[in-house]
């Protein structure tokens, strides 16, 4: 399964569109990027997935290049209570295979 | 309604004890999985079942058993608990597998001393 790459950290400003990007260089033809958020003391959220292009939702925008090696997590006008651990996986169109979380990034807003 | 539920949410026990956590989805969803996070946050899956039959079965002592007495739900049970396994536990489950929106629940921390 592809491997991701995400910042660890990032801080940003209340009211502020936060990009978060994520790597994975051994995307395979038939693999999904998926995003989830986790809060604290929470399980993980799904937030949004993509194949191609670009997709959005009510909470977020994700954007992929054509050739699918990275992807940018999109949030627009950041507020406290986005602060949060946002992880990106490649997820498999069909099969049995595992979901695995790498180490995220945690997203800090600042008032 | 809560869609995956887990119980109990905080589970606080002595080294050598067995213990359960239990899980319930009324999602309608036929996967079901447990993940364990450790303190340094790392989510890893341990076990995965569809129908009740176990699909994933990652490299977890044999401690862990999961059962799964049908596919609304899957549950944990640890036999001869160690320190190390103090960590919070999550239950998720999907529609099927994979690429399929995982929905974990809340999530049960437990702490051997």
């Known amino acids: 399964l592809a491997k991701t790459t995400q910042p660890i950290s990032m801080d940003s400003y209340e009211g502020q569109e936060v990009n978060i990007t994520c790597s994975h260089n051994?995307?395979?033809?038939?693999?999904?990027i998926t995003w989830y958020q986790q809060f604290p003391s929470q399980g993980p959220r799904f937030i949004i997935q993509?194949?191609?292009t670009k997709v959005t939702n009510e909470v977020a925008s994700l954007f992929i290049p054509a050739d699918r090696k990275s992807s940018t997590l999109s949030l627009p006008r950041v507020s406290l209570s986005d602060t949060a651990v946002y992880y990106c996986?490649?997820?498999?169109?069909?099969?049995?295979?595992?979901?695995?979380f790498g180490t995220g990034t945690r997203l800090t807003i600042i008032p | 309604d809560t869609a995956v539920s887990q119980t109990p949410k905080y589970l606080v026990t002595q080294m050598g004890n067995d213990k359960s956590i239990k899980c319930e989805q009324n999602l309608g969803h036929d996967t079901m999985y447990w993940y364990k996070q450790d303190s340094k946050k790392f989510l890893k899956i341990m076990f995965s079942y569809n129908n009740k039959e176990l699909i994933i079965n990652e490299t977890v002592p044999n401690r862990f058993s999961p059962k799964s007495p049908d596919k609304a739900h899957l549950n944990l049970h640890i036999n001869s608990l160690e320190l190390g396994d103090s960590a919070v536990y999550f239950c998720?489950?999907?529609?099927?597998?994979?690429?399929?929106?995982?929905?974990f629940g809340a999530g049960t921390r437990l702490s051997v001393l």
């Open positions: 993509g194949y191609k």
């Open positions: 051994n995307i395979a033809t038939n693999d999904y």
């Open positions: 998720a489950s999907s529609q099927r597998v994979s690429k399929d929106i995982q929905y």
């Open positions: 996986l490649v997820t498999k169109n069909f099969g049995n295979e595992k979901l695995t």
